[in-house]
Nanobody, 119 residues
Framework: QVQLVESGGGLVQAGGSLRLSCAAS????????MDWYRQAPGKQRELVAT???????TYTDSVKGRFTISRDNAKNMLFLQMNSLKVEDTGIYYC?????????????WGQGTQVTVSS
């Protein structure tokens, strides 16, 4: 059974930092591309950052220079270091694992962790 479990969310003041974690089980973690998404109240879920199976990170423009995505394949863990947080970073943060094996695509989501940034 595949599980992605996020943790590390919470309430923080603007300008502060949080580190999110996503623990994966039931998959060969190292071959999956891993994403962090977020969903703000009343808005669509958006892609925040990706780290590929080859360790290439990409970010949405609004978080570049503030957030860092990383992974520890030995521990099946995904991280998102969030610095200089802004009120608009508030939302539920989800991790996603995706991979394609021939014609088959696998796609898994965690349950999310709440991040609230106060002014």
């Amino acid at each position: 059974q595949v599980q992605l479990v996020e943790s590390g969310g919470g309430l923080v003041q603007a300008g502060g930092s949080l580190r999110l974690s996503c623990a994966a089980s039931g998959i060969v973690f190292s071959v999956y591309h891993m994403d962090w998404y977020r969903q703000a109240p009343g808005k669509q879920r958006e892609l925040v950052a990706t780290i590929t199976s080859t360790l290439i990170p990409t970010y949405t423009d609004s978080v570049k220079g503030r957030f860092t995505i990383s992974r520890d394949n030995a521990k099946n863990m995904l991280f998102l270091q969030m610095n200089s947080l802004k009120v608009e970073d508030t939302g539920i943060y989800y991790c996603r694992a995706r991979a394609t094996f021939g014609r088959r695509t696998e796609d898994y989501w965690g349950q999310g962790t709440q991040v609230t940034v106060s002014s």
